[in-house]
């Protein structure tokens, strides 16, 4: 007899639609992972960790933050990035999907209502599941809409205060959100808007402190940087007020019970971001990439983004699914994204371009696209 059944059966279920997901190794050239900085395997980087070691950080922090996980280096590394970054604090998760769980199961109180983009994160939904306030969907990069959405809570008697919630680049369409209208209409109801920087952060703007930095430092914006893409290492970066910092201290449930992430890991941080500030050549170099892949896939069907993600979307899960095995058989790591992570009868090809890759691996790609698709 089978040990839970309904597992099973449920399971049996997701695999007749061919949503069965399954972990499989890396193989292959690079095009599905966010180290679009080729960071993640940097010689300074493993030169920091080296030399962290050496001089006594730990590797393991012992208990929370609030109890005797708090470490120095944890210190050092948030008044960096908040440095970096121009924010007034900045506190250091240990995952992006914790620290935006955290942002919105605590900050947002009764009586508040939280707007966000109907493709935001899983991690946002996350948060809204645990939420005080109320939440309801925009439609997506339409500012309009998150202003309407207010309005019409506004007139049916809400007096609380509205959160907003969008992705700076949306990591599975590689679109840029509307930062500057979100910021104006926050600020015209007396609003936060909270930009997730995930896949923006150390690819774009100024010393790659993401799109978003024209609007940090302002009381009324909340970041999130995760440090598992461009930063290559793990964690994530909550930039914004000191009142901000302070709360999440003493109500973040994710931030109070958890234990604090490895002190070695904030110090190969430290290390990354001094690499993404002054890596401009870096930028350019995975930019010119981009539009290279740009100008290659497109014409087989790829979204042009002017990013480095680029979605071609299939529509079906099987024929999604089949296309990516056929890649993955000739040398290219490319993976099928199919519903729930988008909606239903979008399911994709996620083209991920990064500094793992270089001008002939990605003419490689297209040949080998162009027979896959056939």
Known sequence: MAALP?????????????????????????????????????????????????????????????????????????????RWLGAERALFFSSGYAANAALLSTLPQTGDLIVHDALIHASAHEGLRLARAAGAAAAHNDADAFDDTILAWRRSGGTGRPWLVAESLYSMDGDRAPLEALAAVAARHDGILIIDEAHATGVFGQAGRGLGAALQGRPDVITVHTCGKALGVEGALVCGPAVVRDFLVNRGRAFIFSTAPSPLIASILRAAIALVRDGTERRERLHRLAARAEAALAPLGAVATGSQILPLILGGDQATMAAAARLQAAGFDVRGIRPPTVPAGTARLRLSITLNVDERAIDALADTLREALR
Do not use: K, M, Q, W
């Open 6 to 82: 309904e597992l099973e059966d449920h399971l049996s279920a997701l695999a007749r639609i061919d949503r069965r997901r399954t972990l499989t190794p890396r193989a292959g050239r690079d095009f599905a992972s966010n180290d679009y900085l080729g960071l993640a395997g940097d010689p300074v980087l493993r030169a920091a960790a080296a030399e962290a070691l050496a001089r006594g950080v730990p590797i393991g922090s012992g208990g929370s933050r609030l109890l005797r996980g708090n470490h120095e280096e944890h210190e050092a590394l948030e008044t960096e990035a908040a």
